[in-house]
């Protein structure tokens, strides 16, 4: 299983943003939304063995994260304004008192809380984080059971996200000379593992 | 100079789609717009050597090419709506009568034709197409100052396509085990060739 947990800084966790112009309104949600189609899909289906969170860090409604399973979610569609439609969907969701969290439908829920909320619902694993001056992953042994990789949105991450990160001992890696989106650093991230370990 | 020339089957080649639901009005442009932001987009900024072009064989105004030059484009952003809107400006900008191409503005040229004009417009390169049973880019040698790299969209290339580019004698390369979406493709074919040649 690959988990990607992309934090959003300002990314809104309420639903009040226009599908006509998310990377607008919705502190550059888009970015996170195109991190959905990169660590979930390929060219005929979806990965099975694939989870993402998105942490939603902006607006009055954060912190909220967003998960989305591979294996049991269904017609997820890559391009954006879908993507979007249905992040929005989920953020509108009828939460029911007293629980934390909301299931959009099966694969997609939506959790009160950021990144302590996805620690613990990740359980022990490896982390990585991506870094210009981490260690070339071409040349580093991957964790291919359990890994999960931090990513941020075009602001990086901040001073809070990055002293626990530490704190966990995330590893950290680079993926090449050139520092790219994020969508296009899980794409990155996605080829050496399957290259490591190739999908059944 | 590194170019990408995405074949767009049904790609619609008018511009009388919907900007609220591309993928479903367009032929899948949704496909091609992603493809703009992967040649063309980096963290901060744009790459400066690379042209994208988009063949749109769909619809009854094709085939017509949209070709974007990162060296002197501004002003692309990355998310699909806003690359939706640019190339559907492109699309309607009126002909001048006699003229077999039309500029939006710097950077960003709609020419009548398909391959054959894109090829003319290409001149001497080396050509490279994405295929599963090719040689691994890994193992490789790329030629680093002039490569075009031709990709297809969800439905592959069809046969005209293929025979033009085994007569043309482009190499075929792979990118790893798994088939994945035309901009993941061109996200892996830039981290390499970064590898190998890093920008000054």
């Known amino acids: 299983m690959r988990r990607f947990v992309v934090i959003g800084q300002r990314a809104t966790a309420s639903p009040d943003f226009s599908l006509n112009d998310v990377a607008g309104t919705s502190g550059r949600l ?5 991190s959905i189609r990169a660590a979930l899909m390929i060219s005929h289906g979806l990965r099975t063995d694939a989870v993402v969170y998105l942490v939603l860090l902006g607006g009055h409604a954060a912190p909220r994260t967003v998960r989305i399973e591979g294996a049991i979610a269904r017609f997820l569609r890559p391009d954006e304004r ?62 291919l059971e359990n890994p999960v ?42 080829n050496d593992s399957d290259r490591r370990s190739p999908p059944a």
């Open 30 to 34: 888009d970015v996170l939304l195109r």
């Open 149 to 190: 990789f931090f990513l941020g949105d075009p602001q990086g991450f901040d001073e809070a996200t990055l002293a626990r990160l530490s704190e966990l001992r995330a590893e950290r890696i680079c993926l090449g000379p050139v520092s790219v989106h994020t969508d296009d650093a899980i794409t990155l991230l996605w």
């Open 82 to 143: 879908s993507l979007a439609t249905l992040v929005q969907k989920a953020l509108a969701a009828p939460k029911t008192p007293g629980y934390p969290f909301v299931t959009l439908r099966r694969g997609i829920t939506v959790f009160d809380g950021g990144l302590e909320t996805v620690l613990a619902d990740l359980g022990p694993s490896t982390f990585y984080w991506l870094d210009e001056n981490g260690a070339d992953i071409r040349n580093e042994a991957l964790d």
